[in-house]
């Protein structure tokens, strides 16, 4: 559970550091990067409900989604930084599924 809080964290910073970055650059017309960005926080959003009802299907579904999420992250090169922070914000989340996933073995 520490290591699942502990990456919520890093998380988070991630996330601050991704805002920081924007408001440095002040370039805000980066549509592609904005949709990543959009994908992956439905991501989270699942599995925070995967957190609190926990069913196998939903983190079967999350797994192929992150997969393909990878690919879209690694052929994204427009802006090097926010596309760094993108993946470790991915990076991140698979963190903390791992961790989810230990509290989880029965």
């Known amino acids: 559970m520490f290591n699942f809080i502990k990456e919520l964290e890093n998380l988070a910073d991630e996330y601050k550091y991704l805002a920081e970055h924007k408001l440095k650059t002040r ?18 959003d699942r599995v925070y409900k995967l957190f609190y009802e ?19 992250l690694s052929a994204y090169n427009k802006d090097v930084i926010f596309a760094h922070r993108l993946m470790n914000i991915y990076r991140r989340l ?9 509290l989880r073995v029965e």
């Open 27 to 44: 370039n805000f017309n980066n549509k592609k990067g904005i949709e990543l960005l959009d994908e992956i926080n439905v991501i989270l």
């Open 54 to 72: 926990f069913k196998k299907q939903d983190a079967a579904k999350i797994e192929t989604e992150i997969k393909e999420l990878k690919g879209k």
């Open 94 to 102: 698979k963190t903390m599924l791992s961790s989810h996933y230990s």
